[in-house]
């Protein structure tokens, strides 16, 4: 019974789950590259690639558990009325936790299988760039059961686990209390997510200061780089309660932008599921990125060096691939949290607000969130760039463009409206009493 009634919600919530699938698509992806090149990297014996395998791709979990973690959670969230509605009828808090790993995994399985050929195919190509630059010299790519066993696991488990952890808070909910709908304020941020950031962000911290006092060498990166990520981590699970204290504080607008600000204060929880996966955009992206043009700046201060220019641009591409995961990862949970709110934009058409209304509160509300999320992802990457750059270059100011920080801000600006706005538009068109029925 709890088999079937999962997999009708799933047919029955397409949008969202698409939203969970596609990180686990994309998460699968990625991972089976970075199995396949650490696999061909030891079968062939080149250290490079065996170096940069394991380095960029086991902080690639990282990212990928919780690009997949927030998904899942998001779709969760979002349910909490219906999960309310079944335990009101007699389901059992076990029953409620079984059916959202069920659905989970109805979900996760497929997303996982698909994202494995692509992965190796993704693999390959990086490997062919890689030996065209000239970083290694091998044969073609080495891709076994290993490899793909690599990556559709690592994917499968985060799910089932983001799953657990999400049914878990689901079933405790007391049912008329859920049935509101209403994100109060100890519900904000948990103490688990509480003592999770903020032991991320001390690992951020003491890894980027750990910096300091290494040599200048080959390992500084790799113990810069897992800075930023760390930071971005736990600043995004503590991102809830830093929206809620935003929507509070610039609460006093009236109009769209009053109610989009008691939204973002109303609904932090859900808010931080699309704020944390832009906070992990922007950190790496600028993190890594101003790190490497650092280590291009002293390259170019030195005899020329065809390896270390050869290693950058393998660097940039592996760090493309990272960013690019991101990015859908935030796309999929803007989406997947836009369309979920049809009922709400009905009802405030039926309570006199105008198309453009509620399209001017959604921008107030996708701005705010941006700016949140440019910002804690700023902070994110300055516990990598400031102590790489220190030890470099003896400045904390990192080298590299202007133009490349702008581009990484206006990349997630751009995200975050084109994956809110537009579904809103669409939403918005249809009669409001159909979206309310809906």
């Known amino acids: 019974m709890i088999g079937r009634l999962a997999l009708r919600t799933v ?4 949008t969202s789950y698409i939203a969970s699938a596609g990180a686990m698509f994309a998460g699968t992806a990625l991972l089976t590259a970075f199995a396949a090149l650490a696999e061909t990297g030891l079968a062939d014996r080149l250290e490079a690639l065996t170096m940069l395998a394991f380095i960029m791709g086991g902080w690639t979990v990282v990212i990928v558990a919780f690009g997949v973690v927030s998904t899942v959670s998001l779709v969760v969230q979002q349910r909490e009325r219906e999960l309310a509605l079944l335990r009101t009828i007699g389901t059992t808090p ?5 059916m959202v790993v069920l659905e989970t995994v109805a979900v996760a399985i497929p997303a996982v299988l698909l994202g494995i050929l692509p992965g190796i195919g993704l693999g390959s190509f990086v490997h062919d760039r890689i030996a065209g630059l000239g970083v290694i010299v091998g044969d073609d790519l080495v891709a076994t059961w ?8 690592i994917s499968l488990v985060a799910a089932v686990l983001a799953s657990i952890f999400a049914g878990r808070r689901a079933a405790r909910v007391a049912p008329v209390r859920a049935l509101a709908e209403a994100d109060s304020p100890d519900r904000v941020l948990t103490r688990t997510k509480l003592w999770i950031g903020s032991v991320f962000v001390l690992v951020g911290i003491g890894t980027g200061a750990g910096t300091l006092a290494m040599p200048n060498g080959p390992l500084l990166a790799a113990s ?3 800075a930023c990520i760390a930071t971005a981590i736990g600043l995004a699970l503590l ?3 830093i929206v809620a204290a935003v929507g509070r504080v610039v609460s006093g607008p009236a109009g769209s932008a009053g109610l989009a600000l008691r ?12 704020v944390g996966p832009l906070t992990l955009l922007v950190g790496i992206a600028v993190g890594t990125l101003y790190m490497q043009s650092t280590e291009d700046s002293t390259a170019a201060t030195r005899p020329p060096d065809d390896v270390s220019a050869q290693l950058a641009a393998a660097n940039y591409m592996v760090v493309a691939m990272i960013i690019a995961f991101c990015a859908i990862a935030v796309t999929n949970s803007l989406i997947a949290a836009t369309v979920n709110r049809r009922r709400e934009f009905g009802l405030l058409r039926l309570t006199a607000s105008t198309r453009q209304q ?12 941006a700016l949140v999320g440019i910002v804690l992802g700023s902070l994110a990457a300055l516990t990598t760039t400031i102590p790489y750059s220190l030890v470099k270059t003896g400045s904390p100011v990192p080298s590299g463009p202007l133009w490349m920080y702008l581009a990484v801000i206006a990349g997630a600006v751009v995200i975050s409206a084109a994956a809110t706005l537009l579904p809103t538009l669409r939403a918005t068109r249809e009669r409001p009493i159909l979206a309310l029925a809906g």
């Open 11 to 14: 047919r029955g919530r397409t």
């Open 94 to 98: 076990g029953q409620v936790r079984r």
């Open 146 to 153: 290993r490899t793909a066993l690599a990556g559709a696991a």
């Open 224 to 226: 810069a780089g897992p």
């Open 239 to 241: 991102s809830p309660a």
């Open 263 to 274: 939204n973002l204060d109303a609904r932090a929880s859900r808010a931080g599921a699309i």
């Open 358 to 369: 509620v399209m001017g509160m959604v921008a107030v509300e996708t701005t705010v969130l």
